[in-house]
């Protein structure tokens, strides 16, 4: 299958600094990339649509200035958590979408441990 | 709007024997595909198997198998000769094709799988 790295695995951060995350297709290219939030034991929430070379597509409930992508080429979308708070402490993964093949398939990062202190 | 339900919050299987996890979709849609998903702990998203609506043909991958049913809606996940490997979260997933946009997934709520030695 396809690779999607993630990086980094895991972050520790202070309250009100910055961190982004990268998510890269090692393999393809990818027009579009998503990233999703997952608490615990539950499934994972897509918070917004990055399309490269346009501006994301957010979530209903998502604020786009706290959670800042850029999509700049086909193997890159940044994820960046902007004045981060503990409540922004959370696992998030991306995931790139391949259509080159027909089988058109989304493939995920492995994750990243997000922890506001 | 699509919505995926997997009633099952739990299972448990003994290892060697089969286990099948449900999975419910609702759409107006013809055309779409459908995916199991792996969450292991290592909280790597992992493709399982996917299934094509058009297609009448149940998929399969190795040990692992859907019973497709289009007209009642039903997608469900067959594993037979259970591994202690197979113990994880899995996520029944729905999206509409390509040509449909840069179209998510939807995800069900999941269901933690437990592998009895």
């Known amino acids: 299958g396809a690779v999607v790295s993630q990086h980094p695995s895991w972050v520790i951060c202070k309250s009100g600094t910055s961190v982004k995350i990268e998510c890269r297709s090692l393999?393809?290219?990818?027009?579009?990339m998503f990233w999703y939030r997952q608490f615990p034991k539950q499934s994972l929430m897509l918070m917004a649509t990055?399309?490269?070379?346009?501006?994301?597509?957010?979530e209903q409930g998502v604020e786009k200035d706290k959670f800042l992508i850029n999509h700049a080429s086909l193997t890159l979308s940044t994820l960046t958590v902007t004045s981060a708070h503990p409540e922004d402490s959370s696992f998030y993964i991306c995931?790139?979408?391949?259509?080159?093949?027909?089988?058109?398939?989304?493939?995920f990062g492995p994750g990243t441990r997000l922890t506001v202190l | 709007a699509q919505t995926v339900t997997q009633s099952q919050p739990e299972m448990s299987v003994q290892e060697a024997e089969t286990v099948t996890l449900s999975c419910t979709y609702d759409?107006?849609?013809?055309?779409?595909?459908l995916f199991w998903y792996k969450q292991p702990p290592s909280r790597q998203m992992i493709l399982v198997i996917r299934?094509?609506?058009?297609?009448?043909q149940n998929a399969t991958e190795n040990r692992f198998s859907v019973n497709f049913q289009k007209a009642a809606k039903s997608f469900s996940l067959k594993i037979s000769d259970s591994q202690l490997g197979d113990a994880a979260m899995y996520f029944c997933?729905?999206?509409?094709?390509?040509?449909?946009?840069?179209?998510?997934?939807?995800f069900g709520k999941g269901t933690r799988l437990s592998v009895i030695a």
């Open positions: 759409t107006s849609e013809s055309d779409y595909y």
């Open positions: 997933a729905y999206r509409t094709p390509r040509n449909s946009g840069n179209t998510p997934l939807v």
């Open positions: 393999d393809f290219q990818a027009t579009t």
């Open positions: 299934q094509e609506a058009y297609k009448q």
């Open positions: 990055s399309n490269e070379g346009s501006k994301a597509t957010y």
């Open positions: 995931s790139a979408r391949r259509t080159d093949t027909i089988t058109d398939t989304q493939y």
